[in-house]
């Protein structure tokens, strides 16, 4: 692990400025999955594709790969939320981590997801830390609906996996 990331829980790493412990908001999800983890994986980094299975990703497209699939250093923009994002790849580790920065329109954040075989399938852990103007306005507005929104995002990733 670099020297700048924190752990928070087993095997979640954050950039020491998106520690969940200075985060303006701040979202945890967890879900099991009764699919191998390789398929859950594949759906998760098939980006291009959330639009059709999680509602709340609208334009996705990943500025480096023609198929639409996340990797080490990947650049996507898309929208969420109303807010136009660009988002860049952290952390990559197959079939196991992914973290993500996103920057747009006031908000600053770090998003990251978790797999973990479990019995006949995957544990899913993600979460997520922002920080700005926007990310205060979405905690104050409703604190619940960053927390609602990636519900959706993993029972989504669950439904499709499961398929």
């Known amino acids: 692990m670099q020297d700048d990331m924190i752990l928070q829980g087993p095997g979640l790493s954050w950039p020491a400025q998106f520690s969940p412990g200075n985060a303006e908001l701040f979202s945890h999800n967890e879900i099991f ?8 994986w594949w759906h998760l980094i098939a980006a291009g594709k959330w639009p059709q299975w999680y509602s709340n ?20 923009r898309w929208s969420t939320f109303g807010i136009d994002v660009e988002s860049r790849v952290h952390e990559f580790v197959p079939e196991s981590r992914i973290g993500w920065h996103g920057d747009g329109g006031g908000l600053n954040s770090y998003h990251v997801w978790l797999l973990m075989d479990k019995g006949p399938g995957c544990h899913v852990v993600t979460q ?14 409703d604190p619940q609906a960053i927390d609602m929104s990636h519900d959706l995002w993993i029972r989504g990733l669950k439904l499709l996996s499961e398929g």
């Not at 990703?57 to 996340?70: D, E, I, M, Y």
């Open 33 to 40: 999955i009764k699919a191998p983890r390789a398929t859950v």
């Open 57 to 76: 990703a609208v334009n996705v497209r990943v500025l480096n790969s023609v198929a639409g699939l996340l990797a080490s250093g990947s650049r996507f």
């Open 128 to 141: 997520m830390v922002g920080k700005g103007p926007i990310a205060r306005a979405l905690r104050d507005l």
